[in-house]
């Protein structure tokens, strides 16, 4: 999955901190995704994002969760107070600026709430 | 809300076999892709179909849409264990007034290819 860069790959917090998970998209893409996946599951839609705007937050919770895409930089999520329940794999994906192109895929950030 | 249904959860088979996984969605799709995940890594692109009745072909793998654009089917020939993984199938929609959508995806189908 080269081109969409996230990081850190792994992040282990406590219950109660904040998580902050980095996606830069391929270069060249101007849309942004986050999707979360449990175990044995498909991934589910969070947030789409375009530079400085967000477009679709349906899909993450009302508390605790944002996310940004600054004109500058990468896409920040991040998880506030966090809880075990939040332990996943983020999963960020960009697509180009134009049309309905398929989206291409970090390798994700493993997240684990002790 | 578009629920996309896949089966078999679970596949194990031996090297050499073929199989079929399916997937099955609540609404018509706008635009159907079939992806791979491998452990540890994001899921990769196999194929996008959008055309009812349409059937695409990757060396092994053969995917075949359904007249009705709700169904979709793949089909492996000869698995060979690098075929291992969760094969997820999924849909893009996109918001009215933007240029690019979410995508929506089932919970897979997990294969193991045994040697």
């Known amino acids: 999955n080269a081109g969409v860069m996230q990081n850190p790959r792994h992040l282990v917090r406590r219950r109660g901190q904040e998580a902050r998970l980095r996606c830069s998209p391929m270069?060249?893409?101007?849309?942004v995704y986050w999707y979360r996946q449990l175990p044995e599951e498909g991934l589910k839609f969070m947030v789409y994002?375009?530079?400085?705007?967000?477009?679709?937050e349906s899909g993450m919770p009302k508390e605790r969760f944002s996310a940004e895409f600054p004109k500058e930089g990468p896409s920040i999520l991040r998880i506030q107070q966090v809880v075990r329940g939040d332990s996943a794999a983020y999963f960020c994906?960009?697509?180009?600026?134009?049309?309905?192109?398929?989206?291409?895929f970090g390798d994700g950030t493993r997240l684990s709430i002790l | 809300t578009q629920l996309l249904e896949q089966s078999p959860q679970f596949l194990s088979i031996q090297e050499g076999e073929n199989l079929t996984v399916y997937c099955n969605s609540s609404s018509v799709f706008s635009s159907l892709q079939w992806y791979r995940q491998e452990p540890g890594e994001g899921p990769v692109l196999l194929v996008t179909?959008?055309?009812?009745?349409e059937v695409k072909k990757l060396k092994r793998l053969t995917f075949q849409f359904g007249d009705a654009r709700k169904d979709s089917s793949l089909h492996i020939t000869a698995a060979q264990p690098g075929d291992t993984g969760l094969y997820l199938c999924?849909?893009?929609?996109?918001?009215?007034?933007?240029?690019?959508?979410?995508?929506?995806f089932g919970d897979g189908t997990t294969l193991t290819v045994k040697p």
């Open positions: 999924a849909d893009i929609t996109t918001p009215h007034g933007t240029n690019a959508g979410k995508s929506t």
């Open positions: 994906a960009s697509s180009p600026q134009v049309g309905d192109q398929p989206q291409h």
């Open positions: 270069k060249g893409h101007s849309h």
């Open positions: 179909v959008v055309t009812g009745g």
């Open positions: 994002l375009q530079k400085e705007n967000i477009i679709d």
